[in-house]
C-alpha cells in the first residue's frame, strides 16, 4: 500500500520560511516523479513544484519561483519543500503526489498559513 505523509506545516510570518517534507513507502521511491500542490479555500488544487525521478529536472509555476525550492533524498524516500519569503496568498493546505505513468498517489495534506 503506497503512503505519502506530509509533515512541517504550520503558522509562519509574511517573509518567513518553512520546510515541508513527504515521507513515501509502499513503492520504489527512485523512480517517482514527484510534486508539491496546494489548494486554498474555494480554488482549485495547483501545481507548485515538481522533481523528476532522479532530480535532474524540476518545475515551478512563475508564483513560486525563485522563492521555493523541492529537493529528493533517496536514501529516505523523502521529498522537501523549502519555501521562503513567504506571502499570504501562499497560505493553502499543501499535498505531496507521487507519480508513475498512470498511477498518481496523493498524502492527505499540511496546512500552511501565512499571517502576521
Known amino acids: 500500500q503506497v503512503q505519502l505523509v506530509e509533515s512541517g506545516g504550520g503558522l509562519v510570518q509574511p517573509g518567513g520560511s518553512l520546510r515541508l517534507s513527504c515521507a513515501a513507502s509502499?513503492?520504489?521511491?527512485?523512480?517517482?516523479?514527484m510534486g508539491w500542490y496546494r489548494q486554498a479555500p474555494g480554488k482549485e488544487r495547483e501545481l507548485v513544484a515538481a522533481?523528476?525521478?532522479?532530480?535532474?529536472?524540476?518545475n515551478y509555476p512563475d508564483s513560486v519561483k525563485g522563492r521555493f525550492t523541492i529537493s529528493r533524498d533517496s536514501a529516505k524516500n523523502t521529498v522537501y519543500l523549502q519555501m521562503n519569503s513567504l506571502k499570504p496568498e501562499d497560505t493553502a493546505v499543501y499535498y505531496c503526489?507521487?507519480?508513475?505513468?498512470?498511477?498518481?498517489?496523493w498524502g492527505r495534506g499540511t496546512q500552511v498559513t501565512v499571517s502576521s
Open positions: 503526489n507521487a507519480a508513475l505513468g498512470a498511477a498518481s498517489y
Open positions: 509502499g513503492i520504489i521511491f527512485k523512480i517517482l516523479t
Open positions: 522533481i523528476s525521478a532522479n532530480g535532474g529536472n524540476t
